[in-house]
């Protein structure tokens, strides 16, 4: 069964706009990290955040967790034609074991 | 961060054949796991693959349809076995590590599997 719930499953922006999805999880965790998947290729590891940090940054990425809430947010600001892809958060709560949320599709329009 | 790949990268296959799927790492890892990621869906552990033991299995996944191999820390194969049209899926092994390294985990780029 999946863990993570993710919203929006969809998400339609313009460029230079910015992007924000969240992911909520049920058990306690080791860390979380964020994905993104380009057309049913590979995944791409974009940012990890422990359980113990509260808010992470990587260039135009900005990730927060809030273990309280069991949740989770990744933003990307001023998006790109580029940033059209499919992103996952998965959280690892068992010795490596990610279990992934569905998923947002994010679609940047030029 | 660790260097995977998988081959093949994609396959179309036959009902009833299986197919045995590689990943290699450009350094050791010390966990390999095998994911599966069913068309339009999010991915799902199939396995950890363990170096010189038995892999361990997900619930819903059994050694006989998927067995795995990994013979050291570099290099792991997964068997899709007795293949049926739901077994088209992307397969992908991912890897946390290097030995020492963080626990963030790294995925191959997958093989994309088609059974008619």
């Known amino acids: 069964s999946q863990q993570g719930e993710e919203d929006p499953q969809a998400l339609s922006i313009q460029e230079g706009e910015n992007a924000t999805m969240n992911c909520s999880y049920k058990?306690?965790?080791?860390?979380l990290q964020w994905y993104r998947q380009n057309s049913g290729r590979g995944l791409v590891h974009l940012i990890l955040?422990?359980?113990?940090?509260r808010e992470k940054h990587s260039g135009r990425l900005r990730v927060t967790l809030d273990t309280s809430k069991k949740s989770s947010s990744l933003l990307i600001t001023a998006s790109r034609a580029a940033d059209t892809a499919s992103y996952f958060c998965?959280?690892?709560?068992?010795?490596?074991?990610?279990?992934f949320g569905q998923g947002t599709e994010l679609s940047v329009k030029p | 961060s660790a260097v995977i790949s998988q081959k093949p990268s994609r396959d179309i296959c036959q009902r009833g054949t299986s197919l045995t799927i590689q990943c290699q790492v450009d350094?050791?890892?010390?966990?390999m796991f095998w994911y599966r990621q069913q068309p339009g869906q999010s991915l799902t552990l199939i396995a950890t693959?363990?170096?010189?033991?038995?892999?361990?299995?997900e619930s819903g996944f059994v050694i006989d349809k998927f067995p795995i191999s990994r013979p050291n820390l570099t290099f792991s194969t997964l068997t899709v076995s007795n293949m049926s049209p739901e077994d088209s899926s992307i397969y992908l092994c991912?890897?946390?590590?290097?030995?020492?390294?963080?626990?963030?985990?790294?995925f191959g780029p997958g093989t994309r599997l088609t059974v008619l």
């Open positions: 955040i422990r359980s113990n940090e």
């Open positions: 693959a363990n170096q010189g033991s038995e892999a361990t299995y």
């Open positions: 998965a959280t690892d709560s068992q010795g490596g074991k990610l279990i």
């Open positions: 350094s050791q890892v010390t966990m």
């Open positions: 058990t306690s965790i080791n860390n």
């Open positions: 991912s890897v946390e590590g290097p030995i020492r390294s963080t626990d963030t985990q790294y």
